[in-house]
């Protein structure tokens, strides 16, 4: 088992400025790859990360390891809260597809935040889900292999593999034709 550095055993304990330094480190990131990940008529991107930060200060005592590991654990409980948000949402709207369908549709308002600009949003929702979130996280988020495969659930190896693939699909995107 891994020794805790000062900021996460400091975290443990209740310092407050730890977790403002956690929160300022990893808070950030969360967000933007929530909102990456978020499908329409899903749970807020916000309020998933804010049912994230709770679930980490309940759970802190079971994280082991430092304050750049901690954005893997966290990044695996959004990921496991948002997947739980989203089956319950499916749960909700099963059988109201037709409603739906007939629905009129509107374009996001002034409030939806800008993910990067036009061609990676583009870019990174023509890969497949398993790809886009492994270069979301590494590319994007900056997360590193091991961080990215604790988030994502995944083996270090899966997430090399993904992430040779995504980029090489990228790469045949930016072919000239």
Known sequence: MRADDELVTAAKHGDAAAWRELYRDHAGRLLLWLEARSSPGGEAPDDIAAATWLVAAERIADFHGSGSDFGGWLFGI??????????????????????????????????????ADEWVRRALAELPPRERDVIACTEVLDLDVASTAAALGMTAVAVRVARHRGLKRLRTQLAPD
């Open 78 to 115: 959004a990921r496991k809260h948002q997947a739980n948000a989203g089956r319950r949402t499916a749960t909700r709207t099963r059988g109201f597809d037709s409603l739906a369908a007939d629905a009129e549709h509107t374009a996001p308002g002034p409030e939806t935040r800008i993910l």
